[in-house]
């Protein structure tokens, strides 16, 4: 399995920008296609996990409604590095974000991160 280590988030005043980063490592990355899928989730207190973006290794993106036109998404093969770019923060944003990836073909997210909280004040 992949291991997916988060940094970043923290705590930010509406309006204002906050950046997640996600790196995968392990053996199976010898195959490029085990992290063919890389993306983030978040889950607010009291919430159902929700799906926030994602993108491939052909950079084909996926966004949510929720945060369309103020996240950003993207990847580093080189690195193997995820990032979520945060802006125009809402204090519906408020949650913990995951990082997670998944194989080619696969239907299911099969590694995850070990979770970052993200709070935005109003």
């Known amino acids: 399995q992949v291991h997916l280590e988060q940094s970043g988030g923290g705590l930010m005043q509406a309006g204002g920008s906050l950046r997640l980063s996600c790196r995968a490592s392990g053996a199976s990355l010898s195959d490029p296609f085990s992290i063919y899928t890389m993306g983030w989730f978040r889950q607010a207190r009291g919430k159902e996990r929700e799906f926030v973006a994602s993108?491939?290794?052909?950079?084909?993106?996926t966004v949510s409604d929720a945060v369309k036109g103020r996240f950003t998404v993207s990847r580093d093969h080189a690195t193997n590095t995820l990032d979520l770019q945060m802006n125009s923060l809402l204090p519906e944003d408020t949650a913990i974000y995951y990082c997670?990836?998944?194989?080619?073909?696969?239907?299911?997210?099969?590694?995850w991160g070990q979770g970052t909280p993200v709070t935005v004040s109003s």
């Open positions: 993108v491939n290794r052909r950079g084909l993106d």
């Open positions: 997670a990836s998944r194989p080619f073909r696969a239907s299911e997210f099969s590694s």
